[in-house]
């Protein structure tokens, strides 16, 4: 069957991921909370442990990856992000940006097929990312359907630092959305299973093993601690969300990633080296005037990285991040041919940079605000002084007034004291 397959994408993607996610492996998704802050987060399961972490400027003039003359999207990116991915930049799997908000995606074991759509699977997630600071935001405007023939079938966790949470799901019809602004959606939990599945689980839960890896399983034991959870605990909530996850990994679990949306941080470790490494978004420089950066999930630094990324090549050809794609393909056995894996380092060098378009309403509503604080501040300044210019001159006045209206009465009694001396002086 898969002789018969011509469309590229279908299989440089496609067969990756039924040989390393949608067979065995187990992805989940959660979100947790405390009085003060919030954390969204995910297991990554695969054979290969490999990926990249791209810092992801704004200002870049983009467009979808499509390789055919079917509909492509055009944009410019507003906000920087910092996405974990496999194939390469602008096919992420997670990510937050520069906003807070954080999109995961889910295998979905189901049977959506739609296709013959103007983006990807995985890059609906960079559009967002780049697109949106708030999912009030995204769902003011009409959701967009991503092709499922690129990439297996999906779907998707958004959450912000609002702590709004919404679960979108696609299938040929229509378009699902699970939401907390309507109540919708009572456990911040995905797992392969469609969401509403999940749901109606929780009505009765069973009592899963420890060992149970299923995707309903895993959906009622995050569930379950979620609803254990004390939200006014002083413990620390991202290492309480870690240990969440490790009770949803799986024999395959190779990441486990933590976005904390409230301060812009990502935590994550892995399999090999499961020391906890943090990224401060705003620590980036998210300008496309700079190279393109990115690292190596599979590092072994421990703390803060931000400063570890390197500087993406000018050129695609034999570049580390090229290297590392090419790695990644030969240990899938070489399901690519050199021009296909050409195509995907190669396709976002036609970005172009132009940050003289990235100011957002909200960045000019906050220039605008600052602006006016100022003029008001100067404008403020400048009638304290002329009032207490006035307040000077009118206290000078009353004084010399006062001063000059006791001159005759010194006057008088001086001619009095000089009469008086005058006349003792007579015989």
Same mark, same amino acid.
């Given at each position: 069957m ?17 040989? !390393?996610?949608?067979?065995a ?14 954390? !969204?987060?995910?297991?990554f399961? =695969? ?64 049977s959506?097929? @739609?296709?013959?759509? =103007?983006i =990807? ?35 998707y966790?958004?959450? /912000?630092? &609002? ?13 699902? @959305?699970?939401? !907390? ?15 509403? /599945? ?14 149970s890896?299923t ?34 990994? =799986?024999?395959?679990t ?7 949306? %409230? ?14 490494? @943090? ?8 300008s496309?005037?700079e ?45 690519? &041919? ?14 172009e ?7 957002? /309403? ?15 501040? @100067? ?11 006035? %307040? ?5 006045? %009353? ?5 000059? &209206? ?10 009095k ?11």
């Open positions: 898969m002789k018969k397959l011509k469309n590229f994408w279908f299989v440089l993607v496609c067969i990756p991921f039924v040989m !390393t996610s949608s067979t492996y187990a992805d989940t998704a959660i979100h947790l909370q405390n009085a003060t802050d919030m954390v !969204t987060g995910f297991t399961d =695969s054979s290969l442990e490999k990926g990249l972490i791209y810092c992801n400027p704004k200002g870049l003039q983009k467009q979808s990856m499509t390789f055919d003359a079917n509909l492509s999207m055009e944009w410019i990116s507003r906000y920087g992000s910092i996405t974990f991915n496999q194939w390469g930049q602008d096919l992420p799997y997670a990510g937050m940006n520069e906003k807070g908000l954080c999109i995961i995606r889910i295998p979905e074991v189901s959506v097929s @739609i296709s013959d759509f =103007s =990807s699977s995985l890059q609906w997630i960079q559009y967002h990312l780049d697109q949106y600071a708030t999912i009030d935001e995204i769902l003011k405007q009409p959701f967009i359907k991503p092709s499922f023939s690129h990439f297996e079938p999906m779907h966790m958004l959450s /912000d630092p &609002s702590n709004t949470i919404i679960i979108v799901e696609f299938n040929d019809h229509e378009t699902k @959305i699970h939401s !907390t602004l309507n109540n919708t959606l009572p456990w911040p939990v995905l797992t392969e299973i469609p969401y509403a /599945d999940g749901v109606v689980t929780m009505e009765n839960p069973p009592s899963p093993s420890k060992e890896k995707p309903t399983d895993r959906f009622v034991k995050m569930a379950l601690q979620l609803s254990e959870w004390d939200r006014d605990s002083q413990n620390s909530l991202y290492l309480r969300a870690f240990d969440m996850l490790l009770n949803a990994a =799986s024999g395959e190779k990441w486990n990633v933590l976005f904390h949306l %409230n301060e812009r941080n990502v935590y994550f470790r892995t399999f090999s080296h499961d020391r906890i490494k @943090i990224i401060s978004l705003s620590a980036v420089d998210f496309c005037e190279p393109i950066r990115y690292w190596s999930v599979e590092t072994q630094e421990v703390g803060n990285i931000s400063d570890l990324f390197r500087n993406k090549s000018a050129k695609p050809d034999a570049s580390w991040e090229s290297i590392h794609l090419f790695s990644f393909n030969s240990m899938l056995e070489n399901q690519f &041919s050199l021009p296909d894996m050409q195509k995907i380092t190669q396709f976002p060098y036609a970005y940079c132009s940050m003289d378009t990235v100011a957002t /309403d909200g960045d000019r509503l906050q220039s605008y605000a600052l602006w006016w604080i100022a003029i008001t501040a @100067i404008l403020a300044a400048f009638l304290f002084i002329v009032k207490g210019i006035k %307040n000077y001159q009118k206290s000078t006045k %009353n004084k010399q007034k006062i001063e000059g &209206s006791q001159q005759p009465k010194k006057l008088y009694k001086n001619y004291k000089s009469s008086k001396k005058k006349q003792k002086g007579k015989p």
